[in-house]
Nanobody
Framework: QVQLVESGGGLVQAGGSLRLSCAAS????????MGWFRQAPGKEREFVAA????????YYADSVKGRFTISRDNAKNTVYLQMNSLKPEDTAVYYC??????????????????WGQGTQVTVSS
């Protein structure tokens, strides 16, 4: 069983920054891609960013490209999402999830098998 625990959410003004962390239990973290998704009230869950198992490849939604950076530390079983230049439309619950071993279909939630409980990010205007 894999457990994912997100942290780092909060309230920030537009233009500010936050760094989300996702700590994974278990010894299988390093062999899998990881992703971040978000869901705003009344909206469907959407892909934000993903990173390959080695960390050598990253993928971003167009809406966050150039503002968000995903990274991972396999020694610490942790994946991060650095969020800069935050906008009110970034307000959502952010979830991390474990993806497949091979980085295919990483923009699709159905390719992820374990999910965290989510952390709230609120950006005020």
């Amino acid at each position: 069983q894999v457990q994912l625990v997100e942290s780092g959410g909060g309230l920030v003004q537009a233009g500010g920054s936050l760094r989300l962390s996702c700590a994974a239990s278990g010894r299988t973290f390093s062999g899998y891609a990881m992703g971040w998704f978000r869901q705003a009230p009344g909206k469907e869950r959407e892909f934000v960013a993903a990173i390959s198992a080695s960390g050598g490849s990253t993928y971003y939604a167009d809406s966050v490209k150039g503002r968000f950076t995903i990274s991972r530390d396999n020694a610490k079983n942790t994946v991060y999402l650095q969020m800069n230049s935050l906008k009110p439309e970034d307000t959502a619950v952010y979830y991390c999830a474990r993806g497949p071993r091979i980085p295919l279909g990483l923009r699709l939630g159905k390719e992820y098998d374990y999910w965290g409980q989510g952390t709230q990010v609120t950006v005020s205007s």
